[in-house]
């Protein structure tokens, strides 16, 4: 089944605790971003990447870093999470950056 | 940048009767404008897109209307179901090399 695959799909975490979510998708995709969604807000772009070895910055970019090593996958790393970032953080994938984004399933991350 | 205006933020309609979204945009230089249903603990669905060379599309009880000079775009859903109801977002694709921008979401209640 073609799918975006995050985990975890719950995380809580303190303060200052470096944390991974995941982010694989099957469809030999080429872009791929990370999206947060606020009350309120909206989905706003974190990063996205246009191709392997390929990121660039979203809207909002502080305090996450991405890679994209391979195709497939494009973690989101939260090197010293604060309580601002709690929020609910959505992957997606598409063939090329103008064609359907297919979102993963979200990842609610609480810092308290 | 492009910013996206969606409205209304929440939007209550009886069963069968029709649901209408409107989204305005800020940068004409867009040209690729998608609708996503979000439903209750899952990631965005795409429902239906557009392009600036096409003023309308239509699938099934969905459609969607373009209109380039005043620059908005509307999301229409006849003879609406419960299962209907869910979190609307529309987009926009500013230009090439960078990402989708969404509206804040229109949350569509559907009763029977």
């Known amino acids: 089944e073609a799918q975006v695959t995050q985990n975890p799909r719950y995380l809580i975490t303190v303060t200052g605790k470096k944390l991974t979510v995941t982010c694989s998708q099957n469809?030999?995709?080429?872009?791929m971003s990370w999206y947060r969604q606020d009350p309120g807000l909206g989905l706003r772009q974190i990063y996205y990447?246009?191709?392997?070895?390929?990121?660039d910055k979203g809207d909002v970019p502080e305090g996450y870093k991405v890679s994209r090593k391979e195709k497939r996958n494009f973690p989101l790393i939260l090197e010293s999470p604060s309580p601002n970032q709690t929020s609910l953080y959505f992957c997606a994938s598409s063939l090329v950056v103008y064609s359907p984004l297919h979102f993963g399933n979200g990842t609610r991350l609480t810092v308290t | 940048g492009e910013n996206v205006e969606q409205h209304p933020s929440t939007l209550s309609v009886q069963e069968g009767d029709s649901a209408v979204i409107k989204c305005t945009y800020s940068?004409?230089?867009?040209?690729?404008f998608p609708w996503y249903k979000q439903e209750l603990g899952k990631g965005p669905q795409l429902i239906i897109d557009i392009r600036s060379n096409v003023g309308e599309k239509k699938d099934q009880r969905i459609a969607v209307t373009l209109n380039k000079t005043a620059k908005h775009f509307s999301l229409h859903i006849t003879e609406t179901q419960p299962e209907d109801s869910a979190v609307y977002f529309c987009a926009a694709t500013p230009q090439a090399g960078t990402a989708l921008i969404f509206g804040k979401g229109t949350t569509l209640s559907v009763s029977s």
């Open positions: 990447s246009m191709n392997v070895e390929v990121t």
């Open positions: 940068d004409s230089a867009s040209n690729y």
């Open positions: 469809m030999n995709h080429e872009y």
